[in-house]
């Protein structure tokens, strides 16, 4: 009998653990959570840090954005090295002061004639304007992640294209479209107002 007991204290610990585990793995922010707390952050905290790891967790959802009969023609190169923070620090005008404590910096850029191609020609006449395009859906993957898992980012669009390329040693086949600043935010940023929604969508 106490057996019997035994076996079944285990088997219902057993399950109670797991329903706590299930819990713990269902926990988390909302989308809607994400996309109303996710802010440009131009101020970081200084005393915390994000390893490699995170940062390829974070690399890794950005290859399920939608591209151009998925090419895929976003290139990450990231900077998380004291040395290598430090030189695109000075690249990205006047947005040094404001990403100085950012743990990492990324540069977001696309190969050229890969979206909007087919064959070798171009499709319509947007062209590599689809490269740009299927970039951004990446880089809105990333800043979108990124919330989700606690961090904070700002999209820099100044930045000096040729000393990154030398920088990183990026090909001439791909261009450069941003910087792109990784880490917590050290103050809560105000939330600049939205358009109204019939000033940008029209129903027929």
């Known amino acids: 009998m106490r057996r019997k007991l035994l076996i079944l204290s285990a088997i219902a610990?057993?399950?109670?653990?797991?329903?706590?585990?299930?819990?713990?793995?269902?926990?988390?922010?909302?989308?809607?959570?994400?996309?109303?707390?996710?802010?440009?952050?131009?101020?970081?905290?200084?005393?915390k840090t994000i390893s490699e790891a995170e940062v390829r967790e974070l690399l890794t959802a950005t290859q399920e954005a939608p591209s151009w009969a998925n090419q895929q023609p976003t290139k990450y190169y990231v900077a998380i090295s004291d040395e290598k923070l430090a030189a695109v620090q000075d690249l990205v005008g006047g947005n040094k002061d404001r990403i100085k404590n950012?743990?990492?910096?990324?540069v977001s850029t696309f190969e050229r004639g890969k979206s909007g191609f087919f064959q070798g020609n171009q499709t319509n006449e947007v062209g590599d304007g689809w490269g740009a395009y299927d970039n951004g859906l990446s880089n809105c993957y990333l800043i979108m992640k990124a919330r989700a898992?606690?961090?904070?980012?700002?999209?820099?669009?100044?930045?000096?294209?040729?000393?990154?390329?030398?920088?990183?040693?990026?090909?001439?086949?791909?261009?450069?479209?941003?910087?792109?600043?990784l880490g917590y935010r050290a103050e809560e940023p105000n939330r600049p107002e939205r358009r109204p929604l019939d000033d940008i969508v029209k129903f027929f």
């Not at 950012?102 to 990324?106: E, G, H, N, Q, Y």
């Not at 920088?167 to 791909?174: C, D, M, V």
């Open 13 to 47: 610990a057993l399950i109670a653990l797991t329903g706590c585990n299930e819990n713990k793995e269902t926990k988390g922010v909302s989308f809607d959570e994400v996309l109303t707390s996710r802010r440009s952050v131009r101020s970081y905290d200084a005393s």
């Open 149 to 181: 898992m606690g961090f904070d980012t700002l999209i820099m669009g100044m930045r000096d294209a040729d000393a990154l390329r030398t920088l990183f040693n990026i090909p001439e086949s791909e261009t450069i479209m941003a910087v792109i600043a």
């Open 102 to 106: 950012a743990p990492v910096l990324i």
